[in-house]
């Protein structure tokens, strides 16, 4: 396997894989990302010194990278952040590098890792922690994944969320969808809007430009530890669909609902796909029937962020940097 294999796969220059694989010049996001899946399909391996080169192998001090989730601790166990995870084990394997695990669930308790400070860097999801956990994090490089974090330190990898939603609502309308409705919680006034609160902006926008009528189902958040709560949310949420005139036919899941709407339509009787259009903002393939959903890339968002990171290692002094990542639309068959 040569890097002429990997340009020809990807439809790109070997100077454009060169320099991603340097980690050099400019790349667009979106030829970076067709170049890693190229790099993926065809299991190509980078000879050792272009490891070394394109991982930036050489500011790691202590070969070892923290993930921290700010937020509940079962994120990390959702099919999301282990595809993460995954990824970012992937992108830190060729640097004989380790990856430290810890939460955040005491505003009162900083990670260990921090306090010894025996890592080169952090990446970070969920929300922004106190302000003294703050104050350590910002002592190291970081990345914030998937969701928006702090918007006054570190750097950023997420997918596009405005795109997730549009590519949501521009499906429906192609499915022929008369009335819209997005389900999202309660929008809030903050520096950093929650990604649910992005993507049902970009959905509501995409519809109202296209004349398409989108109703707003929301409430607000539910506890992300009580899936009855969330079920309870869901019932509210679906209790008024029905009730809506005209009949809403075509609905996009903008937050972390999606397996509680969808049980719950069942539950009603409304059997999406048929009754009812559905677009979930997740790779939930296992539902059934299996509605259209968004498949933001996990894997390679953890992959990216690994790279992001390292970026900043080597360019400390560079102005915070946000990479968004394009989301796809997948159509059951």
Request: proline share 7%; with cysteine.
């Amino acid at each position: 396997m040569t890097i002429k294999q990997v340009a020809l796969e990807a439809g790109v220059s070997t100077a454009t894989v060169s320099r991603v694989l340097n980690n050099t010049g400019v790349v667009q996001n979106e030829t970076r990302e067709k170049i890693l899946r190229a790099i993926d399909k065809l299991g190509y391996k980078p000879s050792t010194r272009q490891q070394i080169r394109s991982s930036g192998a050489a500011p790691l001090k202590h070969r070892n990278i923290a993930m921290i989730w700010t937020g509940p601790s079962d994120a990390a166990f959702s099919e999301t952040g282990q595809k993460m995870v995954l990824g970012i084990l992937n992108a830190l394997q060729p640097l004989g590098a380790n990856l430290t695990v810890d939460h955040i669930t005491d505003a009162n308790r900083i990670p260990q890792c921090l306090t010894e400070g025996k890592i080169d860097g952090v990446l970070l999801h969920g929300p922004e922690p106190s302000p003294a956990i703050c104050a350590r994090l910002r002592q190291f490089p970081a990345v914030w994944l998937l969701q928006s974090g702090s918007p006054f330190f570190g750097d950023h990898v997420q997918p596009d969320h405005g795109l997730v939603g549009r590519l949501a609502a521009k499906h429906l309308i192609r499915q022929g969808c008369n009335q819209l409705g997005f389900v999202g919680y309660t929008p809030v006034l903050t520096d950093t809007p929650p990604y649910s609160q992005t993507r049902a902006l970009g959905f509501k926008t995409y519809a109202e430009l296209s004349g398409t009528p989108c109703t707003a189902l929301t409430r607000p958040g539910a506890s992300e530890n009580n899936p009855q709560e969330s079920q309870a949310v869901a019932k509210q949420i679906v209790d008024e669909l029905k009730q809506k005139t005209p009949k809403i036919d075509g609905l996009f899941v903008a937050n972390d609902l999606s397996v509680f709407i969808h049980r719950e339509l069942i539950n009603q009787g409304i059997i999406p796909q048929k009754d009812i259009q559905l677009v979930v903002g997740s790779d939930d393939l296992y539902l059934i029937p299996q509605p259209a959903c968004i498949q933001i890339f996990d894997q390679q968002i953890g992959k990216h962020a690994v790279q992001t990171l390292l970026w900043r290692i080597k360019n400390p002094d560079m102005p915070q940097i946000t990479c968004s990542l394009k989301s796809q639309l997948v159509i059951p068959a």
